[in-house]
């Protein structure tokens, strides 16, 4: 396999973009497995032989797009950096344009279900809402459609996704902003409002839980300690998954999306005033279930469905 040169920033931060619209539960990572489980969740009226169809291009995708026709079991992880490094292997091999003619021309079928040869707007973002959200999966198809004519052509759809994988220097080209302002690929909405101060209170409590040594303040490395000294009788397996959680609730509760470094101190006013953020944020509500259910499954050793209190203390 051709080893390519290094890629851009530019490019970096439209694979990142499409990391994110992958990642909807903000996980820090995907799995086959979870590509899947979209398909099921998100194209549910399809017909039963569509979605099949639908799974069996995820399936495609996922080896020869994003792990560069290696078999990778479906529950690999692909964080976002190996994500954009493999991504960027796929690219610069020569039958990548075969491999992403092949994913969008199975995508522009599914949508095209009435064999017109061409899309609608509609068609367009029933497809593609979930991933980038209304707004910007109309604006993705207002420049796919070249001739304004309201339709996208299968032309014009190859077209727009193999120059948007493909293109590594041209920030003002319409086709790179297909999914958003190339400025950064985690966009976070400013809160309309202040917190109250009872809200303040609880969140005080959420920091001094954490806190456990009175620091003043807290890291990821601090977390991850307290990972090994409170589980340590846990399997191995099972500690990796809590080291792992750990770190997705650092990023993306704690820091709103955020890389910083584990050794990032903290503190309880840049806690609350973080979590303000993250709590206002469109995909909170699906982040904090993503952490709560892995935590749930932790303690829920047996998989019978319920915890007891003597497993939650």
Not at 94 to 104: C, L, Q, T
Not at 161 to 168: G, L, N
């Amino acid at each position: 396999m051709a080893q390519p040169k290094c890629f851009t920033e530019m490019w970096a931060v439209k694979m990142r973009k499409v990391f994110h619209s992958l990642d909807w539960v903000k996980k820090g990572y995907i799995t086959e497995a979870m590509l899947i489980e979209v398909v099921d969740k998100f194209y549910k009226d399809y017909p039963d032989v569509e979605k099949e169809r639908i799974k069996d291009n995820t399936r495609y995708t996922w080896k020869h797009l994003y792990n560069n026709g290696r078999d990778a079991p479906n529950d690999h992880r692909l964080t976002e950096e190996m994500f954009v490094e493999n991504l960027w292997v796929s690219v610069n091999q020569p039958n990548f344009k075969e491999d992403i003619y092949a994913v969008f021309k199975e995508s522009f079928q599914h949508m095209n279900l009435t064999n017109k040869g061409y899309i609608t707007k509609e068609e367009y973002m029933k497809w593609y809402t979930w991933r980038s959200g209304e707004e910007q999966a109309a604006a993705a198809f207002a420049l796919m459609d070249t001739d304004k004519d309201g339709k996208a052509s299968y032309d014009e759809l190859m077209e727009a996704k193999a120059f948007y994988y493909t293109d590594t220097t041209d920030e003002k080209h319409p086709f790179n902003l297909m999914n958003g302002p190339l400025d950064t690929p985690y966009i976070i909405t400013q809160p309309k409002s202040n917190f109250t101060e009872m809200w303040a209170v609880k969140m005080r409590k959420v920091f001094h839980c954490l806190d456990r040594e009175r620091n003043g303040y807290i890291t990821e490395t601090m977390l991850i300690e307290m990972g090994d000294k409170f589980y340590k009788d846990y399997p191995e397996v099972e500690k990796e998954r809590i080291k792992e959680q750990n770190h997705h609730t650092w990023k993306h509760l704690y820091n709103h999306g955020k890389d910083v470094p584990k050794d990032h101190q903290l503190t309880e006013e840049m806690f609350v005033k973080n979590m303000w953020v993250s709590v206002n944020q469109p995909d909170f509500k699906e982040g904090m279930y993503a952490v709560f259910k892995e935590g749930f499954l932790q303690m829920d050793h047996t998989h019978k469905g319920y915890l007891t209190k003597e497993e939650y203390m």
